[in-house]
């Protein structure tokens, strides 16, 4: 058969066939347990948001951090709490303000007079999943007191360097309205950030599902752990397993590309952007029951996984193009590797 882009497509998709019929479905099976389980549980606290929560659930399962960026009010800091108690994760809520300090994040070595030695007082860091509520409010110099925990999973303090727990998931929060005060997340912050997400107001129907189930007490008070932290930790790993064939990685790379060459774009995405694109798209196919990435999977998480990186050029902004705007079009324009148009 000639080597032509169908023929490349036919042989991807037949390897694909063929790696599902072979794999482990069990893994496969854990990583859905897990989702659902996560998202119901979550479900009961935040209405009507399905989705976003079943996005949120794709970070944590991927092992990548969220940026969640509304208005006041929506339920974001609601979603880290529901998160954390539906698998029993240990929980710590850090609110960013302009005077916070480094150590206020990581902790401090204090002098023990008893012992004569420095012991090491850890900060809220070292949770498994931690909160980072309104973290544009606080100075770069104490934001970038995360840029290693996130990347790296470690703190270092005095010369010390101390692992944090795993699962390690951060979740952060900013209000896009209201600047005053404020100190925009630098690029290298950003670009750490797996994905950037929106819950967006309820509807009417859903807004009065909140009131009714919030007449007595908070739906959080009866929110119980529904998988253990080994669970999430197996499933972690069982999304890696996910098979991506070659054209399925090339079309990765290709849109990341456009984002860089892109007219109106003055800074594109990274290469960690692509590798975001990768894993959740190997979670988002475990989650669908999957042993194997489709082109679907990744145009369906391109926006949450790139936009954010990307930088307009100010003469396009002045013409209302958003990233958003940019990621939609490498969409349109970019063909699947190994596909051809009919």
Not at 123 to 130: F, H, K, L, Y
Not at 183 to 197: G, S
């Amino acid at each position: 058969m000639p080597d032509t882009p169908t023929s490349r497509l036919r042989r991807a998709q037949q390897e694909q066939t063929q790696y599902a019929d072979t794999a482990n479905g069990a893994n496969v099976e854990i990583v859905q347990q897990v989702a659902e389980r996560i998202t119901h549980s979550v479900s009961q606290v935040i209405v009507g948001k399905r989705n976003e929560i079943r996005l949120t659930v794709l970070g944590l399962l991927s092992m990548g951090h969220l940026l969640i960026e509304d208005v006041p009010g929506v339920g974001k800091t609601m979603l880290a709490k529901a998160l954390a108690r539906s698998i029993g994760a240990t929980f710590s809520r850090i609110q960013f303000t302009p005077d916070m300090l480094p150590s206020d994040v990581t902790g401090v070595s204090l002098f023990n007079q008893k012992t004569r030695e420095f012991e090491f007082r850890a900060g809220p860091i070292m949770a498994q999943i931690v909160l980072a509520d309104e973290i544009n409010r606080a100075t770069p110099k104490t934001q970038a007191a995360l840029l290693e925990a996130m990347e790296e999973r470690q703190v270092t303090v005095d010369g010390v360097t101390y692992q944090l727990q795993e699962p390690f998931l951060l979740l952060a929060t900013q209000n896009p309205i209201e600047y005053e005060g404020t100190f925009p997340l630098p690029e290298a912050q950003l670009d750490r950030f797996f994905m950037r997400i929106q819950l967006g107001y309820p509807s009417p129907q859903e807004e009065m599902a909140v009131l009714t189930s919030q007449q007595y007490e908070h739906p959080l008070a009866n929110t119980y752990q529904v998988v253990t932290v080994q669970d999430l930790v197996n499933a972690q790993y069982a999304v890696r397993q996910v098979y991506v064939a070659e054209e399925i990685k090339r079309y990765i790379i290709d849109l990341v590309t456009h984002t860089r060459n892109h007219t109106d774009v003055y800074l594109g995405s990274s290469p960690r952007g692509g590798l975001s694109v990768f894993r959740a798209s190997q979670a988002r196919a475990a989650m669908a029951g999957r042993n194997y990435v489709v082109p679907d999977d990744v145009k369906a998480l391109v926006e949450v996984c790139l936009a954010h990186r990307i930088i307009v050029r100010p003469e396009a902004r002045i013409n209302k193009v958003t990233a958003r705007n940019v990621v939609n079009d490498i969409l349109q324009t970019t063909p699947v590797a190994g596909a051809s148009a009919r």
